[in-house]
């Protein structure tokens, strides 16, 4: 642990939605600058309660959360959300204007930056996905990919501290699922991949954490995790057929 | 998803480069406005009030051939008008005053003098607009709405809707090719039901999706309004070539007026 402020930090956060279901339960976290983490967990565990969290979209339970030093509070939001950026599973959701273009600008010209410096944003993020040229054309003209990709471009024009992925390999295929993986681990952010996709968390965090029942209940480094038959039996998480997490 | 340019909303667009293509959308906009407000200004019952709708046509064909529009496509945009075609065949029969004798029916003059003025401004009309919607994908007549200063809530409305249409309509589709799948086959009383429980499912989704949208934007910064990308200075010569077809239509009018 180092002195400076965690990229990312959670405590004893717990939270319960107004019809009363109680999500989280005391949720501990620390990221660390530059750190890639996987977030583990079956369904219903509490990751998406988690993540809309750290950028202030819910709030009002127990704990803390914190974004580089910065509490997140309501009069902190607008530099919270520009220092966490979250890709949302599916792309159409996360992609909402005309053109690729005007989507990636959508963050950097609502944190009121001049257009020069708005246009030289969207092509160092367009570029950074290898998705350059391509401010023109409509989102539903790209394939299934290429959204997932540009949907990661729309928060990384906002110069993000912390990327937070929900599902980012769902339903791409096998080449769609290997770009975006060279994409991501080009990246010198902190990052918190939510994902069902235990070799993709091995393959790009060297670190997991485990969220189920609304606490954490494991922290450890991917291969050891994914080595623990009991433990991921015990959550409800399963490797692919054949998948050894010791000889990769 | 195997749509068209522009989505489901793009069938409309005929893909160009014409100088109608690329003339600014918001100039476009205020010119088939004008252009329809002269056409409809002009009073039906004078003399030489068929002279002028035939300059009109004249104007009009000819941003179309300019823009290399195709005849089906203006014809395939008249079909709006079919409503108001059944209105105007009835006013002649219905008229009263002095008759006059069609092929054995009797007819009023001042019936069929507001029938033919009817139909033919409702016609040039709606071939201007069909212009307008051949030559314009429809995220730039959005674009040319907000720049007409169209309150923000309505041009966010509208490019959701531009932006959405295709995914709505792929939910649509395979909705239906669930329900075909699994052997029905839409025919009856019956179906009404099956039809109205997916559009009730569809509505859901679409306001699932809303909400997840909402989410999106909110944590990219979003305060309310839609940020406007910059918007380049029209010179004096772009607003001078749009507006020469309600201009030109405009000089037809007064001349009719003057010396007719």
């Not at chain 1, 299934?144 to 928060?155: I, K, N, S």
Request: aromatic share 4%; proline share 7%; glycine share 12%.
């Amino acid at each position: 642990m180092s002195t400076a402020p965690a990229a990312l930090l959670v405590e004893d956060l717990a939270f319960a939605y107004p019809d009363g279901h109680q999500a989280l339960f005391g949720v501990d976290l620390r990221l660390d600058p530059g750190e890639r983490v996987a977030l583990l967990g079956p369904n219903g565990a509490g990751k998406t309660t988690l993540v809309l969290h750290l950028n202030g979209i819910l709030s009002g339970g127990r704990g803390r959360v914190d974004v580089g030093g910065l509490p997140v509070r309501k009069r902190n939001l607008p530099e919270v959300r520009r220092r966490v950026g979250i890709v949302f599973q599916d792309p159409d959701d996360q992609l909402f204007m005309p053109t690729v273009g005007e989507d990636v600008a959508f963050g950097p010209r609502n944190l009121g930056l001049p257009e020069p410096e708005v246009a030289a944003r969207v092509a160092a993020a367009l570029e950074q996905v290898g998705m350059a040229g391509s401010a023109d054309r409509p989102p539903h003209h790209l394939s299934f990919g290429q959204r997932r990709r540009v949907a990661v471009a729309t928060v990384l024009s906002m110069h993000p501290e912390v990327l937070v992925l929900d599902e980012p390999s769902s339903n791409l295929d096998p080449a769609g699922r290997r770009e975006l993986a060279e994409v991501l681990t080009g990246l010198p952010v902190t990052m918190l991949m939510v994902t069902h996709d235990l070799p993709y968390a091995l393959q790009l965090c060297p670190r997991s954490v485990v969220l189920d029942g609304g606490v954490v209940v494991a922290d450890g480094p991917t291969r050891d995790l994914l080595a623990d038959a009991d433990l991921l039996a015990a959550h409800r998480l399963e490797l692919p057929f054949g998948f050894d997490p010791t000889r990769v | 998803m195997g749509a068209g340019h522009g989505g489901p909303l793009g069938a409309a667009y005929v893909a160009g480069g014409s100088v109608v293509h690329r003339l600014e959308p918001h100039l476009k906009l205020v010119a088939v406005l004008a252009f329809a407000l002269v056409v409809v200004a002009t009073p039906v019952h004078a003399g030489w009030a068929p002279a002028a709708y035939a300059g009109y046509a004249a104007l009009v064909l000819g941003a179309a051939a300019v823009a290399r529009v195709p005849a089906g496509r203006l014809a395939r945009g008249l079909v709006v008008e079919v409503p108001f075609l059944a209105f105007a065949l009835l006013l002649p029969v219905v008229s009263r005053g002095p008759r006059v004798e069609v092929l054995g029916l009797s007819l009023s003059e001042s019936g069929l003098a507001a029938g033919g003025g009817l139909l033919a401004k409702a016609t040039l009309s709606v071939l201007a607009a069909t212009v307008l919607a051949a030559t314009t994908e429809p995220r730039e007549l959005v674009r040319g709405l907000q720049r007409l200063r169209l309150p923000a809530l309505l041009v966010q409305i509208l490019s959701f809707m531009v932006r959405y249409a295709d995914v709505v309509g792929g939910e649509l589709r395979r909705m239906r090719v669930a329900r075909e799948s699994r052997g029905f086959r839409g025919r009856g009383p019956g179906a009404l039901r099956v039809v109205a429980t997916g559009a009730g499912a569809l509505f859901v989704r679409s306001y699932e999706r809303g909400e997840r949208v909402h989410l999106a934007m909110l944590s990219r910064g979003y305060t309310g309004a839609l940020p406007a990308g910059p918007a380049a200075a029209v010179p004096a010569q772009a607003w001078l070539v749009t507006l020469s077809l309600p201009l030109t239509a405009a000089a037809v009018l007064a001349a009719g007026m003057l010396l007719g």
